[in-house]
């Protein structure tokens, strides 16, 4: 577009607060009236109905089953359960409430939940109440942060047979806008049919399911 043509445009979207001119370089920004529909529609994004479609497609992909977890008031919160072709048998059903620890849809949320969030839940024995919890297995403080630790740097934790016998996983974080933790996509199925490689299609799947869902509620990684 020309100049000329461009003018009256930028003159009324700067009447409107849509954008505003820098005094001093003369170049545009986005105004007032922007942000604010920005955050408005950031803040009436739903996660949850975002991503239902998303693991739906990513448990026909996989013929894995696949759940979604929010965190809710005693910790990760099953909301959304896809199964496959061949059902497993598992605990997990809409609702449940999961291990923070002990599973990997419990730790894609501790890895990246604030510190004095994690606290406050473990003080308060929160872990206790969740599917897949063993008060027969003593925890180290050392033994936590190079676990989670590790589900930081993959962003990406599994579950072999542990804490369900011939049963394995794979959970992977999704994030906000404000880069919080806000869901949790898990994948699991019978340990014959479920790859645990860390770069096996099942994996890889899920990474890019949890990357189009943060994406779409305003997720920017850092560079």
């Known amino acids: 577009m020309v100049p000329a043509k461009a003018h009256p445009y930028l003159v009324s979207f700067c009447r409107i607060g849509l954008i505003e001119q820098d005094e001093t370089s003369g170049r545009y920004e986005f105004g007032p009236l922007a942000l604010e529909l920005g955050l408005t529609g950031l803040h009436r994004l739903s996660a949850v109905r975002i991503a239902t479609p ?8 996989i013929d894995q089953a696949v759940s979604l977890a ?3 008031t005693y910790g990760p919160t099953v909301v959304r359960l896809e199964e496959s072709s061949h059902p497993v048998h598992i605990v997990m059903r809409v609702g449940s409430v999961m291990a923070m620890l002990e599973t990997a849809t419990g ?5 990246f939940l ?3 969030v994690m606290k406050a839940a473990l003080e308060q024995k929160l872990d206790r109440l969740g599917v897949g919890y063993n008060d027969k297995r003593p925890t180290r403080v050392a033994d936590v942060e190079t676990l989670l630790a590790d589900v930081r740097k993959r962003g990406l934790t599994r579950a072999v047979g542990d804490p369900l016998p011939g049963v394995n996983a ?7 806008h ?3 933790v806000v869901l949790s996509i898990t ?16 994996a890889r799947a899920l990474l890019e399911c949890a990357g189009a869902v943060s994406e779409r509620l305003g997720f920017k990684p850092k560079a």
């Open 70 to 72: 929010v965190w809710g």
């Open 187 to 202: 994948a699991m199925g019978p340990a014959g049919t479920f790859n645990t490689n860390w770069d096996s299609p099942i």
């Open 54 to 61: 998303k693991i739906a497609a990513l448990a026909a992909d």
């Open 114 to 116: 604030p510190p004095n």
């Open 107 to 111: 730790r894609a949320f501790a890895a």
């Open 170 to 176: 794979f959970a992977a974080p999704v994030f906000n």
């Open 178 to 180: 404000a880069g919080a």
